[in-house]
């Protein structure tokens, strides 16, 4: 039958086991070796997509970090500000009460020497009244007295001055 379609059996069989050692041998040395560097590559390909992804996770994870650190670093900035905030106030606070307390010292000392000179002027204006007083006193008197109660005069003024 195959024989009327001008198809020779023996040839036929020769052709396909020739047909299937050409197949086994493409297999095993053209299409085997080239799947199998096409596999390698596509795992290649795949290991570099999951360490890109590792990669990315990674740099989110340090970029949340980072962003961590950066929030911490500006509270403990903010806090060292008003730390320093608060220091300077209270040394100016301080300042300016040391200031005040010398200032009223101050004040104080030249209050009180401002009164000392005062009544030491007073006691001197006091005293120079007095010695004008006597002077005119002496020289109404040296017109009018002896020398003898003058001198009793002085002496007993004196003495009531120094009691």
Known sequence: M???LGINGWQLAV???AF???VFLLWRFALGPIVSVL?????RISESLEAAERMQAELKETQAK???VMAQARREAQEVLVTARQNAEQIESRAREKAEASADEFLNRAQETLR????????ALRQEV?????MAAGRIIRKEINPADQRDLIESTLAERQA
């Open 130 to 134: 007095a010695d004008l007083a006597v």
């Open 20 to 22: 299937i050692v050409f």
């Open 39 to 43: 596999d390698k590559r596509q795992a």
């Open 2 to 4: 195959l024989e009327d």
């Open 15 to 17: 052709q396909m086991v």
């Open 116 to 123: 000392q000179e005062t009544a030491q002027a007073r006691q």
């Open 66 to 68: 980072n962003e961590e």
